[in-house]
């Protein structure tokens, strides 16, 4: 009687952590490997020097993150920082060339899932 006690409790500990890897692993998949087209279709260029538009960009990433993340997890956040390459300093103004997405999601009571990603815009790029 112990012996299928204690087996049932290996199993279901071993259902919930399969469940988890699951959830890391879609979410990894579907962030890590967002398409870099997706970040170009928000890309404005003034002059010589490439621009990310703000209410566009997010926009789009917003979508296409809504899209998936509801999948993996039913609670999730998604940030936008923008800040100029040169310095690093807060861009306040439309004129942004680097921007930070920050990525929570909450999968279960005691796991948080947290992914922060750069993207940066070059002289090269137009």
């Known amino acids: 009687m112990i012996y299928f006690m204690i087996s049932a409790i290996i199993g279901l500990i071993s ?14 998949r579907a962030v890590i490997t967002t398409p870099i087209e997706l970040m170009y279709k928000s890309v404005l260029v ?14 789009i990433v917003l979508g296409y ?10 609670s999730y956040h998604i940030g936008f920082y923008y800040y100029n390459t040169i310095d ?6 439309n004129e ?5 997405i920050t990525i929570d ?21 137009h």
Not at 46 to 59: H, I, S
């Open 96 to 100: 942004c060339d680097g921007v930070e």
């Open 65 to 74: 993150y809504s899209a998936i993340l509801h999948k993996y997890s039913n």
């Open 105 to 125: 999601c909450k999968l279960n009571i005691n796991y948080q899932y947290h992914r922060v990603m750069f993207y940066e815009m070059s002289e090269g790029i």
């Open 46 to 59: 003034y002059g010589e020097q490439p621009m990310f538009e703000k209410a566009d960009f997010e926009d």
């Open 88 to 93: 690093d300093s807060m861009c306040l103004t």
């Open 15 to 28: 259902l919930q952590y399969f469940g988890l890897n699951y959830q890391i692993q879609g979410l990894n």
